[in-house]
């Protein structure tokens, strides 16, 4: 399984982004997806999760209302839209799928995760 995210770059404190990650392995449909996020200096946590078909979404609360997950399953492909950009937003983004299919907590740690994208850096100037 190797993941693919996208999309990252500098933009101003208000701005939008949409993070992307596409999957090349099989069964993506089976697998919850998260994304987290590690600023410079601080641990890798938790920004947002999506369940298998969709239909259930997790957060961070620091992101709540401001972000939004999505996935696409006929695609392979799992997305952050960032609104409201903050520079406290600021850090590399990465993709991962959960390591057990069909379920979906704990989702917030990163140790539940076991394939992780190479990260996309997200830099939201003041």
């Known amino acids: 399984v190797q993941l693919q995210a996208s999309g990252g770059g500098l933009v101003q404190a208000g701005g939008s982004l949409r993070l992307s990650c596409s999957s090349s392995?099989?069964?993506?449909?089976?697998?919850?997806m998260g994304w987290f996020r590690q600023a410079p200096g601080k641990e890798r946590e938790f920004v947002a999760a999506?369940?298998?078909?969709?239909?259930?979404?997790y957060y961070a609360d620091s992101v709540k209302v401001r972000f939004t997950i999505s996935r696409d399953n006929a695609k392979k492909t799992a997305d952050l839209q960032m609104n409201s950009l903050k520079p406290e937003d600021t850090a590399v983004y990465y993709c991962?799928?959960?390591?057990?299919?069909?379920?979906?907590?704990?989702?917030?740690?990163?140790?539940?995760?076991?394939?992780w994208g190479q990260g996309t850096l997200v830099t939201v100037s003041s």
């Open positions: 392995g099989r069964a993506f449909s089976s697998y919850t």
């Open positions: 999506i369940s298998s078909g969709g239909r259930s979404t």
């Open positions: 991962a799928r959960y390591k057990s299919p069909y379920t979906s907590r704990p989702f917030d740690r990163p140790d539940e995760y076991d394939y």
